[in-house]
């Protein structure tokens, strides 16, 4: 932020910020990308986040070391979902070491760190960077990332 800015400028352009995050938070929510059933995946789980009552199960298809295909199902809160939506956009194509770094720079975004927060690799998912307010929320913005973590990290 400018030093030299009035302090109420500062105020709004963050108010507009947080209001444009929500949109693209709530399209997410209610235009899902990627959500369904994927009949030949080669990676599946469910998890939930009983604090919320939210739950995602994720589907990849990963080929040669390379996510080529993603989608998921699931319900519960906007963040949960919205989070699960963006996720699937930016895996698909996606060597599996590129996608745990990427669940990396995210997980750091959500835990307050600005510089994660400004990589453009995120996309969409940087408008989930205000979660890092929330602590009971970080674990809905996560949930379809825990499942990634799950999938990609177990032994093959
Ligand atoms: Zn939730």
């Not at 390379?66 to 906007?78: P, Q, R």
């Amino acid at each position: 932020m400018n030093d030299h800015q009035m302090p109420g400028a500062g105020h709004d352009t963050e108010v507009q910020l947080q209001q444009l995050y929500q949109e693209v938070i709530l399209d997410h929510y209610r235009k899902p990308r990627n959500k369904g059933v994927i009949a030949a995946s080669t990676h599946q789980l469910t998890l939930n986040n009983p604090l919320c009552g939210d739950v995602v199960e994720l589907q990849l298809v990963v080929r040669d070391g390379k996510i080529v295909d993603a989608a998921f199902e699931g319900s519960g809160c906007s963040i949960s979902q919205a989070s699960a939506s963006m996720m699937t956009e930016r895996l698909k194509g996606r060597r599996v070491a590129d996608a745990l770094e990427l669940d990396a720079t995210f997980t750091r975004m959500l835990h307050g760190d600005e510089a994660a927060a400004s990589d453009e690799d995120l996309g969409d998912l940087r408008a989930l960077a205000g979660v890092s307010r929330f602590p009971v929320r970080i674990k809905c913005a996560l949930l379809a990332w825990n499942c990634l973590e799950e999938l990609l990290e177990a032994p093959a």
